[in-house]
């Protein structure tokens, strides 16, 4: 039987057929108001944050997801550590640039999802399948959701420097050591601390509430992404003080990760990655 080799204007005819299905389905995953299947918030306790940080070493050392971590996430450290390094004008801001990962982290993670969800499913975990999610319906609402905490990371970012200048700027330090002398030594630095920690912890919150169980529930589900973030606050409502407690863990484990020139972040940011795909397996019904 003959067979009929497409030209290439056949070719591109289904390319562009493939990739408009792929777009509507992208929007409808973004604008979907889910009114029908709104998800419901469990009741979590303190047992579910210790089960979630287990399963996520669990999935840590089956998909060697630090492995990931290394080839992807470093060199965008690396290049922001050299830039600062360069300039004293951003010493100042990179204690705020790394607590800020707690910000974006949600976003970094995202193929981490994706990894403990086939682990779920009975499949063989390869860290390649982390890019999975650029093929799902829902990477535009992602991507949406990514900017929206990238701009609040920015923010972050614009009302440390302000804090700064108000305190022991507005000219830049002379020495990463005369910096941490006035930081820890005098007036303006303790208030430049406190404030910068109180500031910074409204801006935690806030990315807290939005993305908390959101990134993986777009994953998971065809809700779109106000449905997925009404649900990430509707969680944090119902259980403010665990939700809370996951943030204080999130942020502490984060802050120890970066000591040793950021090297803990390795372990740290893949296990947490992988811990709340299963803490929203338990937060949401």
């Not at 299905?21 to 579910?48: C, F, N, Q, W, Y």
């Not at 669990?58 to 990931?68: L, N, P």
């Not at 990463?176 to 801006?203: H, N, Q, Y």
């Not at 969680?235 to 999130?250: A, E």
Request: charged share 15%; hydrophobic share 55%.
């Amino acid at each position: 039987m003959a067979k009929t080799i497409g030209n290439p204007l056949s070719w591109l005819l289904q390319g562009a057929e493939t990739t408009g299905h792929h777009i509507s389905e992208t929007v409808g995953e973004m604008g979907s108001d889910g009114v029908k299947s709104m998800p419901k918030a469990r009741k979590l306790t303190m047992d579910d944050i210790i089960h979630s940080l287990a399963a996520g070493l669990e999935d840590f050392a089956a998909c060697r997801s630090d492995a990931m971590f290394l080839v992807l996430f470093y060199p965008i450290i690396g290049i922001a550590l050299i830039v600062m390094s360069l300039s004293m004008n951003l010493l100042p801001l990179i204690v705020p640039m790394i607590m800020g990962f707690a910000i974006l982290g949600p976003v970094a993670a995202v193929g981490l999802y994706e990894m403990s969800s086939r682990r779920e499913a009975g499949f063989e975990p390869r860290w390649m399948d982390a890019f999975g999610v650029i093929r799902s319906p829902a990477f535009g609402a992602i991507l949406v959701l990514g900017l929206y905490l990238a701009a609040l990371f920015i923010i972050w970012l614009v009302a440390a420097d302000m804090i700064y200048s108000r305190t022991l700027g507005p000219e830049p330090p002379e020495s990463i050591a005369s910096f941490a002398a006035a930081v820890l030594t005098t007036r303006e630095g303790w208030i430049m601390a406190i404030t910068g920690s109180a500031v910074g912890a409204v801006f935690a919150f806030a990315a807290l509430a939005m993305s908390l169980v959101s990134f993986p529930l777009l994953m998971d589900r065809h809700v779109g992404l106000p449905v997925a973030v009404a649900t990430s606050i509707k969680v944090l409502r119902k259980n403010p003080l665990v939700c809370m407690t996951w943030g204080v863990i999130v942020g502490a484990s984060i802050a120890v990760g970066s000591i040793p020139f950021l090297a803990g972040l390795i372990i740290v940011v893949p296990v947490l990655g992988h811990a709340t795909w299963h803490l929203y397996r338990r937060a949401v019904d």
